[in-house]
Every structure is written in structure tokens, then in C-alpha cells.
């Protein structure tokens, strides 16, 4: 005993770094390496500035695999945390924390390599600004990079010997950073309907008719253009933009990209055919892939699509919903292989089979038809494997229309559950829960599932009680162990407002257009470019920022621009305040230029302009609520992209039932159709 202290927990103490008082998972992965890390903020940057260092910023995040390699070989090891500590200060930031330093950063390395990913490595000056970066080094010179040790020694013999150079590499950086995020939006015009069909064409280019899809492998769902040509397709009666988007979720759900036992998706294909998944799992894909399934189903009527969307949404309140409400981050795609050896782990671990381990558990005639079905063989069924870790294993993917035995899915998905699970990254963020929150609303909505109701009420019900500060009506980004943190971005804002108002159109609860409303409100506060239009993602009072960027790409997340150009609009219709509607109306001009220019870029930004651009429908309900039942499941079956639906006791202009009688009023292009009180009735109106 060390002074009546256990040997182990001294250890432990005198091992861990600052990252061991954080709350990030990301972060307390790191908490016992050998380097010094310090978390972004102030004690790392006067750090700096004192011992006259640079910042070497690492950017990851808990369930990214490279990050976890990078570790492994570099951060784990006491020679270049040698380097790290003596020459510089080492900060990590989890990009899903603060997305706004990530985006700086990152434009910086894309714009400097032509490349960017995770984990990000740059390295910034006392003062915040970059002067060299990239994303994962080996630790040796390996693979056509350079060596992670190689480039801390060169880079900490520049400073000493070239420092000057450095200074004025990292001002010039920052200037012509900045020049871009004023540039901002572009020559502005006109967006019309040549704007819709340029992006419809880019996306017909580059879609692959035979497996779904855009582009080449590796294949990611970005589900914002899937958004776009379903809503294209409804305006213009393109039947064809409808089909690239079913093609590709038909390709996906049968591909090993879907969890075929355990539902949900991986984070993208490493091949073209949707086979070979990387195995991460990420709340924000299922939140958006849920939509589009539930979308497609109401276009279709096609229970294909419907059985996907709840498989999806079963996934997320089986292993990624918080017991009081509110739903986890990600997801890893390693795992341990052997429980006795919990740090010795493989990518897709958890969900990969042998053959003889499905025999086993199935016995000899019901594995048959299993294996018929998923594409099970007895050798492994995948054919490219780089690293090895497939030999011998099967992916499971739809290979024949088999039907599949419940029971046996079932047997198999229990043996699974027992196996070393992948790490969950538990934080609870506010954007991403908004976009779970959304599809929950659709789901209960489109399937007419009670729980699904209650699962979005339970996770907005927990973001109010400890992610709304209510003294400044501030929101908080990250909920995790008990502690609130990090005010929010401009996502956030953006993609909670839409949650609420698909939850009222749900439920029909008043309070969520209230908090939606002071959601915007707060939000054009922070937020709006009252010059320019548009919004930044951070806040002016974000003093630790070199940028203040905005944001307008949409890739696997929509931009907080797009999300929150329809979040307005749609609140401006519900509450009818014309505020609302102009602050989007200058956000849309603001990126006029780019949708113009290249709006394939911009799909979601382009829903956006549809809606604005539509004829607006709104449908409005008086009367007994229980008798409007059949009334709202006329309404639910169909695809109506520009309506919005209320109560007559919330909408700007009340309107009275008819004989106490349930009442539907359909107003489209502001002018209303003749009351009716028959569901029949409304059916035919919403032809």
C-alpha cells in the first residue's frame, strides 16, 4: 500500500491526463495516454501562449476507427508522447461536441491536402491559427505518408528555427479562409424551376442504375438527396427521380450495410454493391434513412419500405434509447472477438458469422434455408478483405427472396446480444435527437404506432428538462451522466424546431409550437447574418473561434441553413409571422447563388426552395379530436411535402367544426376548399 492508497487506484490517478474530468466518451478514451492532452479552452490556449507552443489539435470522435488506430500507435506510446509533450500542446476535441471548431479546422485541412476525414490532426499556433495539417499519420513512414513522429520533429524544429514563416503561413491561411466564408453564398439570382431540374440531371449523371446509388465506391447514404428527388419527383411528376431514390433503398436493405438481424444501418459501403459495410453505427443515419423509408412507403403503399422504416426505428429504442427518454450517439464498428481479451478488437466482430456457428445454433435443416437466404457459405462469403478480418465469416445480405423464419432471426439476434458488444458513445446531442425526434413523429404518424409517439414525447420531454435553459432560453448541445453542457449550434436549433413541429403534427400538443417559436426566436438572435442573410453555425460571442463559417453543404447531415430555411417557413405557416417567414426568405436568397451554381451540393437547401417556391396547402381540423381519426389516417397515407396540418385552436385564422361535428378545411394556394366532416370527403379533396 502506497500511504493506505491501493497500488491500482495510484496507478490509475497518476496515469490519467486532464481528459479524465471530461464527460466526452471521445475524450475519456484518451484519458489514460501518456500524452499531456489537454481539452479545448482556455487552460490549453494560455498554455500556449505562455510556454510560446504550438497547439497540436487532435479531432475525433469515440466510434471512429481510424481514431482508435491513431491511438493505438501513436498516442499510446510514450516516445511520441515524448515528442507531443515536450514540444507542443496536445488538445483533443470531440468533433460531435463542438462541431463549429471542427468545421474551421477542417475546411482548413481539406482546402490545404484536397482531402479530410477523421481523426484530424493540425497543428495552430498560440493564437488558434493553422498552419499544417492532415488526418491520420502512421508513426512510421508507411502507406505514401510521412511518419507521425517524423512530422512532430520537423514541425517542432520549424518553430524554433523558422518561426517567422510559420506566422505569416498561418495569418495567410486565415485570411484566405476567411475570404472564402465571407464570399459565403455567391452571385445571387433567381431560383426557379431550372435550378431543381440542373440538380436533378447532376444526380441522374451520377446515379448507378443497376445497385441504387450515387457515384463509386465506397457508397454513402446521404439521405438529403433522397429528400430532394422524392419531393422533385411529387412536383413535377418525374417518375424517374421517385425511382432512383426506391432502386437505392431497395439496393440497401438487402445489402450488409442493413443489419439483417438486428436492424438498422451501418455508416456506409466499402463496396459498390452495399455488401461490405464499415460496421459504425450513427444515430443520424437512422434518424434520416427512417424518413426516407416511412416517405417511400407512403408514395409506394409498398410494405417493403414500411417494414425497413420500423425495423430502424426497433433498432434505436432496443439499443440506442436512454431509459428516460432521449436517444444515444453511435455505435463503433470494432469489437472484442474473444471476451477473455477485451482490448484485442476487430471491425464488425459483433456481427459477423461462420457457418458452422449458425449450424449450431439452428441445427443442420432450418441453418439451410438461413444460409440460402442471407448468402451464408461455408468458407466466408466476402471476397475483398484487405486487413484479414473476414476470413472465414459471413456478412449477412439478402441473397434470395427466401422467407425468413422469425424464429430463426430471433435465436441467432439472442446469441449475438451475449457476444462483446461495440462500444456506445451514450452522449445525448440536441441536433441529432431533434432528427430521431422527427423520424419517431413520422413513424407514430405513417405506421400508427402508439410507442412510437411516446418514444419522440419521452426524448423532447428530456431535452426540455435538461438541455433548455429556461432563465435565457438558451438550448445546451450535449446531455451525458447527469451534466448539460456546450450551447448550442445553429443544427441544433435548427433540427429541434423541425422535431417539434412533426410532433405537434403528431399529437397536436400547442406547448411544442410555443417552444418551437422560441427555438426560432432565440436562434435569429444568435444566429442570422442580418446583413447578408443566411446564418452562422456558431454564435458572434464564440471567443475561442478563428471563423465563423456558414454552413451550407449537405452530406450526411443536413446544413443548419437547409434545416433551418424549412424550419421557418413551416413555423411561419403555423403561426402566421411574417418574421419568420422573411428571415427565410433572405436565407434562401443568401444561397441563391450556390443553388444555382451547383445545387447538388445543396439538396436539402433546394427542399427548402420547393416549399417556398409550392403551392402552399395547409389543413386545418375542428372538432371533437377522437372523432378525427379517420380523418388524419386519410391525410398520413399520402405524400403531401408542402402541407402543414393543425388544430383550428392553434391555427393563425380559427375556423369552427360544423355541427360539433369533426371538420377538415383544406386551404391550398390561400384560398380554402368547402368545409367537409366526412373522411371520404377530405379523401377526395387531397387528390
Known amino acids: 500500500m502506497f500511504g493506505g492508497v491501493d497500488p491500482r487506484v495510484y496507478l490509475e490517478v497518476v496515469s490519467s491526463n486532464r481528459l479524465a474530468h471530461e464527460k466526452s466518451p471521445y475524450l475519456l478514451q484518451h484519458a489514460h495516454n501518456p500524452v499531456d492532452w489537454y481539452p479545448w479552452g482556455q487552460a490549453a490556449l494560455d498554455k500556449a501562449r505562455q510556454e510560446d507552443k504550438p497547439i497540436f489539435l487532435s479531432v475525433g470522435y469515440s466510434t471512429c476507427h481510424w481514431c482508435h488506430v491513431m491511438e ?3 498516442f499510446e506510446n510514450d516516445d511520441v508522447a515524448k515528442v507531443l509533450n515536450e514540444h507542443f500542446v496536445p488538445v483533443k476535441v470531440d468533433r460531435e461536441e463542438r462541431p463549429d471548431l471542427d468545421r474551421v479546422y477542417m475546411l482548413f485541412v481539406q ?16 493564437e488558434g491559427k493553422p498552419f499544417f495539417g492532415g488526418t491520420y499519420f502512421p508513426p512510421d513512414t508507411r502507406y505514401g505518408r510521412p511518419g507521425f513522429r517524423a512530422i512532430l520533429e520537423r514541425l517542432a524544429r520549424a518553430w524554433r528555427e523558422d518561426r517567422a514563416k510559420i506566422e505569416e503561413s498561418g495569418a495567410h491561411v486565415l485570411e484566405q479562409l476567411l475570404q472564402y466564408s465571407q464570399h459565403g453564398t455567391g452571385e445571387r439570382g433567381q431560383v426557379g424551376q431550372n435550378a431543381l431540374d440542373s440538380a436533378f440531371y447532376a444526380f441522374r449523371r451520377s446515379f448507378d442504375p443497376q445497385l441504387g446509388g450515387f457515384g463509386a465506391a465506397p457508397k454513402f447514404p446521404r439521405p438529403s438527396v433522397l429528400n430532394f428527388l422524392l419531393r422533385y419527383g411529387a412536383a413535377t411528376g418525374n417518375d424517374e427521380a421517385r425511382d432512383m431514390v426506391l432502386v437505392t433503398l431497395r439496393a440497401m436493405a438487402k445489402g450488409g450495410m442493413h443489419d439483417q438481424l438486428g436492424g ?24 434520416q434513412l427512417a424518413t426516407s423509408y416511412l416517405e417511400a412507403y407512403q408514395i409506394t403503399g409498398e410494405s417493403q419500405y414500411a417494414d425497413v422504416g420500423r425495423d430502424i426505428l426497433d433498432y434505436v429504442l432496443r439499443d440506442l434509447a436512454h431509459p428516460d427518454g432521449g436517444f444515444y450517439s453511435a455505435e463503433d464498428a470494432d469489437s472484442a472477438v474473444d471476451p477473455a481479451k477485451p482490448n484485442e478488437k476487430s471491425e464488425g466482430a459483433f456481427y459477423i458469422w461462420s457457418y458452422q456457428e449458425i449450424v449450431e445454433v439452428l441445427g443442420e435443416a432450418e441453418a439451410g434455408v438461413f444460409c ?9 462469403n466476402v471476397q475483398e478483405d484487405p486487413h484479414g478480418e473476414f476470413t472465414g465469416r459471413n456478412i449477412l445480405y439478402a441473397a434470395q427472396d427466401v422467407p425468413a423464419n422469425k424464429q430463426s432471426i430471433a435465436r441467432l439476434l439472442e446469441v449475438r446480444s451475449r457476444r462483446p458488444r461495440p462500444h456506445l458513445d451514450d452522449k445525448i446531442l440536441a441536433g441529432w435527437n431533434g432528427m430521431m425526434i422527427s423520424a419517431f413523429a413520422k413513424g407514430a404518424q405513417i405506421l400508427g404506432e402508439a410507442r ?11 431535452l426540455h ?25 445553429l443544427d441544433d436549433y435548427a433540427a429541434l424546431i423541425n422535431a417539434l413541429l412533426d410532433l405537434y403534427e403528431t399529437a397536436f400538443d400547442p406547448a411544442d409550437v410555443t417552444w418551437a417559436a422560441q427555438l426560432a426566436e432565440r436562434g435569429l438572435a444568435l444566429f442570422q447574418d442580418t446583413e447578408g442573410g443566411g446564418f452562422f453555425s456558431s454564435p458572434a460571442n464564440q471567443g475561442d473561434l478563428v471563423l465563423r463559417l456558414k454552413d451550407d453543404y449537405d452530406g450526411a447531415e443536413p446544413s443548419g441553413n437547409s434545416v433551418m430555411a424549412l424550419a421557418l417557413l413551416r413555423l411561419a405557416r403555423m403561426t402566421g409571422r411574417d418574421d419568420f417567414r422573411k428571415a427565410a426568405d433572405r436565407t434562401l436568397e443568401a444561397f441563391s447563388g450556390r443553388m444555382l451554381a451547383g445545387g447538388s451540393g445543396l439538396p436539402q437547401m433546394l427542399v427548402s426552395q420547393m416549399f ?19 380523418m388524419l389516417a386519410e391525410i398520413r397515407k399520402r405524400f403531401l411535402p408542402n402541407a402543414v396540418v393543425m388544430q383550428s385552436s392553434e391555427a393563425p385564422n380559427a375556423m369552427p367544426s360544423i355541427d360539433g361535428l369533426a371538420t377538415a378545411y383544406v386551404c391550398e394556394n390561400y384560398a380554402c376548399k368547402l368545409p367537409v366532416t366526412e373522411a371520404a370527403a377530405l379523401a377526395e379533396l387531397l387528390q
Not at 612 to 630: N, S, W, Y
Request: proline fraction near 6%; avoid cysteine; charge should be neutral.
Open 452 to 462: 412510437y409517439e411516446q418514444a419522440a414525447r419521452d426524448a423532447r420531454n428530456l
Open 612 to 630: 417556398a417556391m409550392g403551392k402552399p396547402m395547409e389543413i386545418v381540423l375542428a372538432g371533437p379530436r377522437d372523432q378525427q381519426v379517420a
Open 465 to 489: 428538462r435538461h438541455l433548455w435553459r429556461e432563465a435565457d432560453s438558451t438550448l445546451l448541445r450535449r446531455y451525458r451522466d447527469g451534466d448539460a453542457a456546450i450551447e448550442a449550434f
Open 72 to 74: 493505438r500507435e501513436s
Open 111 to 126: 482546402a490545404s491536402t484536397g482531402s479530410g476525414g477523421w481523426p484530424m490532426s493540425v497543428w495552430l499556433t498560440p
Open 372 to 380: 440460402r437466404r442471407f448468402g451464408v457459405k461455408p468458407n466466408g
Open 264 to 287: 438498422g444501418f451501418h455508416r456506409y459501403s466499402v463496396d459498390e454493391n452495399w455488401f461490405v459495410p464499415h460496421f459504425e453505427k450513427m444515430l443520424y443515419d437512422q434518424a
